[in-house]
Nanobody, 114 residues
Framework: VQLQACGGGLVQVGGSLTLSCTAS????????MSWYRQAPGKQREYVAD???????GYADSVKGRFTISRDNMKNTLFLQMNSLKPEDTAVHYC?????????WGQGTEVTVSS
């Protein structure tokens, strides 16, 4: 199983980006899919997740600004990021829980300039 993330880029403060994470298999087979991020010099941190029934959760730092969603037909996970702040600058990673295994995609870099 592979995850391919994309959609990162350079955006100004207050702008928006949508990240995508496409899986090599049916995403309904995953118990949970998540977004994490790692800023320079910091540990990787949780951003948002969505479980099989569609319920979503968010870190306090992104709540109200980010929306996690998925397109089951396209086997793709999304992260809509609005009202971006400089502190959102990080490499963003998607992951999926498949059975007892956690699969990580490669990161996609988001840079928010002030």
């Amino acid at each position: 199983v592979q995850l391919q993330a994309c959609g990162g880029g350079l955006v100004q403060v207050g702008g928006s980006l949508t990240l995508s994470c496409t899986a090599s298999r049916n995403i309904l087979s995953f118990k949970r899919m998540s977004w994490y991020r790692q800023a320079p010099g910091k540990q990787r941190e949780y951003v948002a997740d969505i479980i099989a029934n569609g319920n979503a959760g968010y870190a306090d730092s992104v709540k109200g600004r980010f929306t996690i969603s998925r397109d089951n037909m396209k086997n793709t996970l999304f992260l809509q990021m609005n009202s971006l702040k400089p502190e959102d600058t990080a490499v963003h990673y998607c992951n999926a829980v498949y059975g007892t295994v956690i699969i990580w995609g490669q990161g996609t870099e988001v840079t928010v300039s002030s």
